[in-house]
C-alpha cells in the first residue's frame, strides 16, 4: 500500500485547524493507516465529528501527517540508530522528525542514489 503525504491546509480543511494541529502535534511525521469508519486511538485523540470527517476525506488510505515541529534534524543521530537496527517509525518518532526523512537517510546509508527528479531536455 502506498503513502500519500497529507498537508497541512488539507488536513485543516478536512478536520479543522484545531483538529489538524492536535493530529500533527500527536503524530507528526508519521505514517498511519486512516480506517473507514471511526474507531481506535485516532477517534480517543480528535473526538468522533472529527474523526468522521478525517474518515469521509481519507478513509481507507495509509498517509503521511505534516511535521509541525521544528528543530536541528539530526542527521548524525538518525545514522547510528540506523546502523544499530532500529526502525525508521521508530526513530521519527523518538527523534521529532519524518518517517520520510529516515528513509531517504537510510537509503544514502545504503548507498543506493536519489532518483533523478527532473530530466533535462537538451
Known sequence: MSEVWVSHDELAEAVGET???????ACG???LFIP?????????????????????????MQVVVPNLRRGEPFKDRILSRLEAGEK?????????????????????????????????LL
Not at 473507514?36 to 472529527?50: A, D, H, I, M
Open 19 to 25: 483538529g489538524a494541529v492536535i493530529l500533527c502535534a
Open 29 to 31: 511525521g508519521r505514517s
Open 36 to 60: 473507514k469508519k471511526p474507531c481506535g486511538y485516532l477517534l480517543e485523540l480528535l473526538g468522533s465529528q472529527r474523526m468522521g470527517y478525517l474518515c469521509a476525506v481519507f478513509g481507507g
Open 88 to 120: 525508521p517509525d521508530a526513530i521519527a518518532q523518538a527523534l521529532g522528525v519524518t518517517t520520510r526523512y529516515v528513509r531517504r537517510l537510510k537509503k544514502q546509508l545504503r548507498g543506493i542514489p536519489e532518483p533523478q527528479r527532473q530530466y533535462r
